[in-house]
């Protein structure tokens, strides 16, 4: 089995910066994903990005504008999500995801989850 844990989530003031990593092991699998949750709202896919292979392309949503990266560092097993100029409506939970597909873009491509980090950016 696949397992992933989240880390690099906490309270950063608006304008501020966060590196969530993710670590993986286990089986292999094609590639990560980043969603985020806020209460009362549904799992929302925030970017992917294939693990194996240099050339593995990286797909973000719409609303990351730029302000999210996706990286991935093979030898350690983590993928990254940079999150620079940091706004309240930012805040949830994120999670990373694998899965057995080369591009996945919907949570139901993945296969396994790590237990969320929370993110909270204050006024």
């Known amino acids: 089995q696949v397992q992933l844990a989240e880390s690099g989530g906490g309270l950063v003031q608006a304008g501020g910066s966060l590196r969530l990593s993710c670590a993986a092991s286990?089986?292999?699998?094609?590639?990560v994903g980043w969603f985020r949750q806020a209460p009362g709202k549904e799992r929302e896919f925030v970017g992917t990005?294939?693990?194996?292979?240099?050339?593995?392309?990286?797909n973000y949503a719409a609303f990351v504008k730029g302000r999210f990266t996706i990286s991935r560092d093979n030898a350690k097993n983590t993928v990254y999500l940079q999150m620079n100029s940091l706004k309240p409506e930012v805040t949830a939970v994120y999670y990373c995801?694998?899965?057995?597909?080369?591009?996945?873009?919907?949570?139901?491509?993945?296969?396994?989850w790590g237990h969320g980090t929370q993110v909270t950016v204050s006024s």
């Open positions: 990005i294939g693990w194996s292979g240099s050339g593995s392309a990286i």
């Open positions: 995801a694998a899965s057995q597909l080369v591009v996945a873009l919907q949570y139901y491509d993945y296969g396994y």
């Open positions: 286990g089986r292999t699998f094609s590639s």
